[in-house]
Nanobody
């Protein structure tokens, strides 16, 4: 129905940068929001950043990444990027893209990508 594909993960030293990208395709009437989540080993999945199609593409960030990560896109339209700077070992996790779309008018659905590994070495 809707496919979500992430790319851009990898291994980087502490203090380095990576950029993740996310694209949704398939039966999409309108994209409402796109978000990045992450899950480290033994921890729950947590929200990292969100960009919505409302208010000119408003964004929200987890406190742990504010000032270091930037989510961008054309008002949550495809593709959406997560620029990660000043990376720390605690940023190591599998990063997942989530999109909330209208598959048809008024019918909102949430879809997940497969995830991309980000590893930050100290």
């Amino acid at each position: 129905q809707v496919q979500v594909a992430e790319s851009g993960g990898g291994l980087v030293q502490a203090g380095g940068s990576l950029r993740l990208s996310c694209a949704a395709s398939g039966r999409i009437f309108r994209i409402n929001a796109m978000s990045w989540y992450r899950q480290a080993p033994g921890k729950q999945r947590e929200l990292v950043a969100t960009i919505t199609s409302r208010s000119g593409g408003s964004t929200n960030y987890a406190d742990s990444v504010k000032g270091r990560f930037t989510i961008s896109g054309d008002n949550a339209k495809n593709p959406v990027y997560l620029q990660m700077n000043s990376l720390k070992p605690e940023d190591t996790a599998v990063y997942y893209c989530n999109t909330v779309v209208e598959v048809k008018y008024g019918d909102y659905r949430s879809f997940w990508g497969q995830g991309t590994q980000v590893t930050v070495s100290s």
